[in-house]
């Protein structure tokens, strides 16, 4: 049986976070009304004519210097020619043959927690098409022209993935890589980041590569996976077959989790590029590179790093708590106000990722804010509260119950009593409430009683309403209990 | 470098021009006595010389990223030869 | 009334002399009367035109005129007017009503200028005779069997035929020039980048110029400071200072280094073109200039390069001509490949297509190299050409066209139409200004004295324009068409 090796490059589209288009001052607010947001040069009226918006430029080289990539200093736009009705100018303005960011590389985590460096073969600048809309009118299709014209990152890798997840990684790589920057909302529900992915197989060992499908439409972390899957069983399929993998553009149906080609009667097109005769060529200065250099935040790589030789947390905290910039964000700052990595660490990924999960919000919609966080824990670290208690706490922070994890203490009366008068006279309230169960833990085997203690505590957590510190109480029924025997 | 029918066809639906047989022929002739004057540029040795896309030697300015324009659908879609919903309708495109 | 220069009317209605309605007026009664034989116009905006003359009479009255309030002028069809039908001479935009205005529009507005309408013009600025509109061809006001040349020949026409006293135009590879040549008027192609191209529908983008059509090059010089100027709505423009062109117009010429490229009086130069250049010349030595000749040694090559460069952009800038948001759209399309093919067949006319095919063409796989990459390396030596000259002298000379204005129908194939612009397309190709002014007669057809500076040398271009008709009256005939219907 033969073995067989894939091959996967990605092509990741990125829309940049931008108020205005790449080319023109209309907005880029997702879902307005069908063409108010498709001005005349969005629209390629007659005479128009395209001017480069420095925040696509300088979003775009922020990602350069995070993938650790060249900046060249000169770039220039090219025209790709061809007709689509979500095209208005018959043209798309793109970087053919000098885009702004050069060969760089991305570290990517694995499952296993080990890293992967995977190369970038460049990036380059170019506008969003519009969108087509298929439900019926009369027959025709109509095209809505608001997102034409949004500035698109296309961040091209080179073939350096070897199996599913390690493109699922990149990916989620590239998603966190653009969120830490704040140059793109990493939305793939509403497009705001597309994949298309590059698949070839070729037998264990062959130093070429085999002939590639290119999948489009692959929108999500699950469906790269799920595409790769069934595109690399086609491919070793039709081989084994006798066949032969053709290049093609395929397309991804999640719906019924396969590829099929989009090549039509059609012969291939030919894009005619040719530097945009409109646009001059980019030239960057290197103060301007270096001073988006300095501005550059901490990215996930480093921050991962750091909360383990710093913070000492696990691999496998280290990467989740540095995923997201707004996580990361959020953790430190429970860190901060409660001083202990280790516990923010276990309430973030605890309690707050578990309520967030079930209510399908994201870390920035959180009602508990990271400072009441820090807080709570806080008051656990010091005695205050009871874990137990804590828990009562944060579900009504959650649900807006008061502003801060005092006021739920103080208004639920959940302060932890280490009064140990106080607790020593509930202790005898409960012996002296239950005789039975008092000779019954004298009658046992000493290595029994260990267990039956747990009623006792039970009974005095109860009369507490449990405020009583459960250490405390512990220790002083042994001491009680043993003193009756 | 002759041009035959089919890089004019090839051409002709590259640009979307429908063109027919008789109008076909017309243009290979027209547009081979184009080329041929064309060709003179082949007799000239421009080894090493750097292609010049603008005559200027000028850098693309950038825009400040401000949102300057408000919606002028009603304005834009007065000359467009199909609208309904505020969308241009063009026949189904099938994906 | 008419025979009058912009510098002149501006004086009269500063004067009170007249106001920019009976101006205005006058015009409009010989565009009716008279435009029928020379279709100059494919739009005339009377209306529009007496309501903007009224507010420049207002203006005027309030003390808030400017140096051309109330003068009329007009629009080659190829800038954006709002709210006016803006054909670009083809039948794909019969129906294009413009949504918003050229900067160069508003410039003109601002300046409180009067359009008196749209001129005709070659579709899409495709030719040099002006044959090509779909609105049919324009006569030349000198002999009405004569083209008025292209693709600005309406404006030409008009000027020439005292319709207006100044018209705007666009240069792609001799556009202003040459129709001024053929009409014995000024015609001015400014540097590319002195103008804005923002709302000027594309030809080729890299070598498209407007520019303004008068009687006079002080006429010009009005005009230009107007027009030219940095637009943040084009990133070709140039943020760069503009001068007053009135201030320098006097200048002397004693010492200017006037250079006469030896390829501009080779073969194909009618005889008596050449004489009347030459004569020209010797005007200008008798104002203390100093003549030599230089070469420009990459000549041959620039209506190759041009006719690689120039159909390859507007292959693309055309593209958005497809039926869908705006322009002629065929009737019942079965899809959409139908819907684009037939629209545009139905649309562009056959210079267009021609264009569009070749530019299609030279630009697809296995093609790049051999023609676009090339052309461009050409365009940097003929520019280079010009740069070498002009390190040697201040201006060039010679004939704006090889012959005075051709009958019309007389060019039938392509190519010998395009070897008509060979002095003026390596001009667009290097991207400096040029000027053609009238400098005498072959039979009763005019000749044009083309005038060359280096980069942003419009002010002595103008100048040394200037004070040639200071010295001569070339400029001061008019055609026997606008005399018998005074």
């Known amino acids: 049986m033969m073995q067989w090796e894939t091959v996967i490059g990605l092509e990741v589209h990125v829309q940049l976070a931008t108020r205005s288009k790449i080319f023109s001052g209309a907005s880029t607010a997702f879902g307005a009304e069908p063409n108010t947001q498709a001005c005349a040069v969005d629209l390629g009226l007659p005479g128009v004519l395209p001017v480069l918006n420095e925040a696509a430029v300088s979003m775009a080289v922020q990602f350069g210097l995070a993938v650790h990539a060249q900046i060249p200093e000169v770039s220039v736009f090219d025209r790709k020619n061809y007709f689509y009705p979500d095209l208005p100018k018959g043209y798309q303005t793109s970087q053919m043959y000098h885009p702004i960011v050069g060969p760089g590389e991305v570290e990517v985590s694995l499952e296993d927690g080990s890293t992967k460096p995977i190369r970038i073969h460049h990036a380059h600048l170019e506008e969003d098409a519009g969108k087509s809309l298929h439900e019926d009118f009369h027959g025709m299709t109509g095209i809505d022209l608001n997102r034409a014209g949004t500035p698109l990152l296309e961040i091209v890798s080179e073939p350096d993935m070897r199996n599913a997840k390690e493109a699922a990684a990149f990916l989620k790589a590239i998603h966190s890589i653009v969120t830490y920057l704040g140059i793109s909302n990493g939305n793939m529900a509403e497009g705001s980041m597309r994949c298309d992915v590059n698949v070839s197989v070729r037998p264990q060992g062959q130093a070429s590569l085999g002939t590639r499908a290119e999948v489009k439409n692959v929108n999500s972390f699950r469906f790269v996976e799920r595409a790769i899957a069934f595109e690399v069983e086609r491919q070793i399929e039709l081989i084994e077959d006798g066949g032969k993998v053709i290049q093609e553009t395929r397309l991804y149906d999640p719906e019924r989790d396969e590829t099929r080609s989009m090549r039509t009667k059609e012969e291939a097109n030919d894009y005619r590029y040719f530097p945009c005769p409109d646009l001059l060529p980019v030239v960057l200065d290197q103060a301007y590179v270096e001073h988006l250099r300095g501005q550059l935040p901490e990215l996930p790589a480093a921050k991962r790093e750091r909360f383990e030789r710093e913070l000492g947390l696990s691999a496998y905290d280290a990467g989740v708590l540095s995923a997201s910039r707004d996580m990361a964000e959020y953790f430190e700052e429970v860190k901060t106000v409660c001083g202990d990595a280790k516990q923010a660490a276990n309430w973030v990924q605890g309690e707050l990722s578990g309520a967030l999960n079930r209510e399908n919000l994201v870390i920035t919609q959180s009602p508990v804010s990271a400072r009441q966080l820090g807080e709570l824990v806080s008051r656990v670290m010091d005695d205050t509260i009871s874990g137990k208690a804590a828990k009562q706490v944060f579900q009504a922070l959650w649900n807006g119950q008061g502003h801060s994890a005092d006021d739920v203490i103080e208004a639920q009366g959940l302060k932890q009593v280490t009064d140990s008068g106080a607790i020593e006279a509930m202790i005898d309230q409960v012996i002296a409430d239950s005789p039975a169960q008092v000779a019954q833990y004298c009658d046992a085997e000493p290595e029994k009683r260990g267990k039956m203690i747990g009623y006792f505590v039970g009974q005095v957590m109860k009369a507490s309403r449990g405020t009583a510190n459960p250490q405390q109480v512990n220790g002083l029924l042994k001491e009680k209990l043993d003193a009756l025997l | ?95 | 009334m008419h025979d009058k220069t912009v510098t002149q009317l501006a004086a009269a209605l500063a004067g009170g002399e007249l106001s920019s309605r009976e101006l205005t007026y006058h015009y409009l009664q010989r565009i009716e009367r008279l435009d029928g034989k020379l279709n100059s116009f494919i739009t005339v905006t009377a209306e529009q035109a007496l309501k903007a003359a009224d507010a420049a009479d207002q203006a005027r009255a309030k003390g808030n005129a400017g140096l051309l309030t109330g003068v009329p002028l007009a629009l080659k069809d190829i800038f954006c007017t709002e709210g006016v039908k803006t054909s670009c001479g083809s039948k794909m935009l019969d129906t294009f009503i413009a949504p918003y205005n050229a900067t160069v529009v508003e410039k003109l507005n601002a300046a409180g200028t009067v359009s008196l309408g749209k001129t005709n013009m070659d579709e899409f600025a495709m030719g040099s005779s002006n044959e090509s509109s779909f609105y049919g061809p324009v006569k030349n006001p000198w002999d009405l069997s004569a083209v008025p040349g292209g693709s600005s020949g309406g404006s030409a026409a008009a000027v020439a035929a005292g319709l207006v006293p100044a018209a705007m135009g666009t240069d792609t590879g001799g556009s202003i020039r040459q129709p001024a040549a053929f009409c014995g008027i000024t015609g001015l192609k400014p540097t590319y980048g002195r103008v804005s191209r923002y709302g000027i529908i594309a030809y080729a983008s890299s070598l498209d110029q407007a520019g303004p059509m008068a009687r006079t090059a002080e006429d010009c010089a009005h005009l230009l400071n107007h027009i030219a100027g940095h637009d943040l709505r084009d990133s070709t423009s140039l943020a760069r200072g503009v001068p007053d062109y009135l201030e320098t117009l006097d200048a002397p010429l004693s010492g200017l280094k006037i250079g006469l490229p030896k390829e501009y009086f080779g073969d194909g130069l009618d005889a008596d073109v050449a004489a009347a250049v030459r004569e020209a010349v010797r005007v200008y030595e008798s104002l203390g200039a100093t003549v030599r000749e230089v070469s420009l040694p990459h000549t041959h090559y620039a209506i190759p390069a041009y006719y690689v460069i120039a159909p390859a952009e507007a292959s693309s800038n055309l593209a958005r001509y497809d039926g869908v948001r705006f322009g002629h759209r065929c009737e019942n399309p079965l899809d959409l490949t139908d819907l684009y093919k037939r629209s545009r067949d139905e649309g562009f006319g056959d210079e267009v297509k021609r264009r569009i095919l070749i530019g299609t063409h030279t630009l697809s796989e296995g093609f790049f190299d051999a023609y676009y990459k090339k052309a461009q390396q050409v365009r940097r030596l003929i520019r280079q050409d010009f740069l070498d000259a002009f390190e040697e002298v201040d201006v060039l000379m010679g004939p704006a066209s090889p012959s005075p204005a051709f009958d019309l129908g007389a060019k039938k194939d392509p190519v010998s139409m395009y070897l008509q612009d060979i002095y003026t397309i390596s001009v667009n190709l290097a991207g400096i200004p040029g000027i053609s002014v009238p400098a005498g007669f072959v039979g009763n057809r005019p000749v044009g004295l083309q005038i060359l500076g280096t980069h942003f040398a419009e002010a002595q271009l103008l100048n040394v324009a200037h004070k040639f008709q200071q010295a001569t009256d070339w400029h001061r005939q008019r055609p026997a068409f606008a005399k018998e219907n005074a």
């Open chain 2, 1 to 95: 470098m002759a041009l035959e029918d089919s890089h004019v066809r090839r051409a002709a639906h590259l640009a979307r021009l429908a063109v027919s047989d008789d109008q076909a022929r017309g243009f290979v002739d027209d547009l081979n006595r184009i080329l041929e004057m064309v060709d003179q540029l082949q007799g000239l040795d421009t080894e090493g010389v750097v292609p010049l896309a603008h005559p200027l030697d000028a850098t693309q300015r950038l825009r400040a990223d401000e949102v300057t324009e408000s919606s002028q659908r009603d304005t834009f879609q007065y000359s467009a030869p199909a609208v309904e919903n505020g969308l241009y309708l063009v026949p189904r495109v099938v994906e």
